[in-house]
């Protein structure tokens, strides 16, 4: 009776309890050997010598007066400052506060995990749930965030939490609340993600909704009808995020900019075209491992919108091509998938041959995993996407421990999803439900490895905020 009315039984708490305790205990295994050996290869090592640790060491000092008008991160400091006070109150040892920090990104992944094992509690076993999870905790710039004094994994961990509430069936001004504080938290450890207001006010606009359904794709009465409580709804949720409006602004006045004073000739505001076709070729590689949660929900939209499969592959191909595309260092274009792109054919000196067939699959894929979900997360679930590239398109550096992160958790949650709302194909997935993801995550652990045990060895290169050398402004090098 309990199962039948949507509830977990005990059986099920203890599957999401062991999925949400063992996910992060990995992660920790993973990265914990790593610290203690004082592992210091690769751009994660120097980007924490040569910048974050400058930070927080730096506020650690200056407590309980923080100035924040200049320091040696293109992010906002809520990351620096949180170790910062660890540091101060606990110890100020590397690795003690290396262990700290890797701490947060063991909260990350444990609030992934269960965020997964809750949905897909019915279709896998706890250890199904961590192969499904497992490509986001090998991924090179996740791992290296949880060894090393990066802030990344703080902020995904925030814009997870975001987003988690903006997936809530129940829609409350309490919920709104909450992430109206959640998005300041964000905002104050990476500003870029104010673009996270837009899924909250979707979010309330849209309202509550059921957590199953089979409908089609985009159906206008998803977001449209009632239009006078969707307004109120949203205008509730609106007031509530601009607090974190008032801080980006605050920053904004005090650097004269959207970053730091010393970072300002590398991540000041900046077109980057590319972005959109770069975060789709991303879908699509981490999709093809995920196809069994998909494919099905491709061939119901190939028989009732197909469509939108052909408008979804033109949107692809057209934001692949219009941009350049090529491996260009001086443009931002470098690391990662450029690497590829660098010895693949070019059209006109100006068009992958490799990243437009990828992003207009990864459009396809989109769509696919769209139609996998129920009406409401799927708008929520587009707007994200859509938002998160978007924003990134007004950074020049198009690097992807900027993107792979993201793309990766979408996804992970776009399975989830899938299965949670999705008809019975996807309610019970087969055996490449988890050999598609452990495959996908074999290879990025060999990346992962490459990356931290057979790259150069880290060196303090002596800056100070407004003294760094230009040549370490270049792309091609660690990055802040």
Not at 22 to 47: E, Q, Y
Not at 250 to 259: A, D, H
Not at 323 to 330: F, G, R, V
Not at 369 to 396: E, H, Q, Y
Request: with cysteine.
């Amino acid at each position: 009776m309990e199962e039948a009315a949507g509830f977990s039984t005990g059986r099920y708490r203890r599957s999401i309890l062991a999925a949400t305790v063992v996910a992060p205990l990995l992660f920790l295994a993973f990265s914990w050997p790593l610290i203690l050996s004082g592992a210091n290869k690769g751009r994660g090592a120097s980007d924490s010598i040569n910048y974050h640790e400058k930070a927080i060491r730096a506020f650690s000092s200056q407590f309980p007066s923080l100035d924040f008008s200049d320091y040696l991160s293109a992010t906002t400091p809520g990351y620096h400052v949180l170790v910062a006070l660890f540091g101060r109150v606990v110890s100020p040892d590397r690795t003690a506060l290396q262990l700290f920090s890797s701490l947060l990104s063991a909260g990350l992944i444990a609030t992934l995990a269960s965020a997964c094992a809750w949905r897909m509690r019915r279709a896998l076993s706890p250890f199904g749930v961590i192969a499904v999870c497992l490509p986001f905790m090998t991924s090179l710039y996740v791992l290296s965030s949880g060894v090393w004094l990066l802030p990344d994994n703080t902020a995904w961990w925030l814009l997870l939490c975001v987003l988690l509430l903006s997936l809530r069936r129940s829609q409350h001004a309490g919920v709104w609340f909450a992430s109206g504080l959640l998005l300041v938290a964000l905002v104050f450890a990476r500003q870029i993600h104010i673009w996270a207001a837009a899924i909250i006010w979707l979010a309330a606009w849209i309202g509550p909704g059921p957590a199953r359904s089979d409908a089609p794709l985009l159906m206008r009465q998803d977001v449209g009808g009632l239009v006078l409580p969707r307004i109120a709804r949203a205008c509730i949720a609106l007031l509530l995020t601009l607090p974190a409006f008032a801080l980006l602004y605050w920053f904004y006045k005090l650097w004269g900019g959207l970053t730091p004073p010393t970072f300002k000739p590398m991540h000041g505001f900046s077109p980057q075209a590319a972005a959109p076709a770069f975060d789709l070729a991303l879908l699509a590689i981490a999709g093809v491992f995920y196809i069994s949660y998909w494919w099905e929900p491709f061939l119901k939209l190939l028989r009732e919108q197909i469509w939108a499969v052909v408008l979804a592959a033109a949107i692809g191909l057209v934001l692949a091509t219009l941009p350049a595309t090529t491996e260009s260092p001086s443009h931002g274009r470098v690391s990662g998938i450029f690497h590829a792109v660098k010895i693949a054919p070019v059209l006109f000196a100006h068009t992958s041959l490799l990243i437009a067939p990828l992003s207009t699959l990864g459009a396809v894929i989109l769509v696919a995993w769209l139609r996998a979900m129920n009406p409401r997360a799927r708008w929520i679930m587009l707007a994200a996407i859509a938002g998160f590239s978007a924003a990134n398109a007004a950074n020049p550096q198009l690097w992807q421990r900027y993107h792979e992160p993201f793309i990766l958790m979408w996804t992970i949650l776009a399975a989830s999803l899938a299965v949670w709302s999705g008809g019975s194909a996807v309610k019970r997935p087969g055996l490449f439900a988890t050999v598609g993801p452990l495959a996908l995550a074999a290879l990025l652990a060999a990346v992962s490895v490459r990356g931290i045990f057979y790259e150069r060895t880290a060196q303090d290169a002596g800056f100070s905020p407004g003294h760094v050398e230009p040549s370490a402004l270049n792309p091609a090098i660690p990055e802040p």
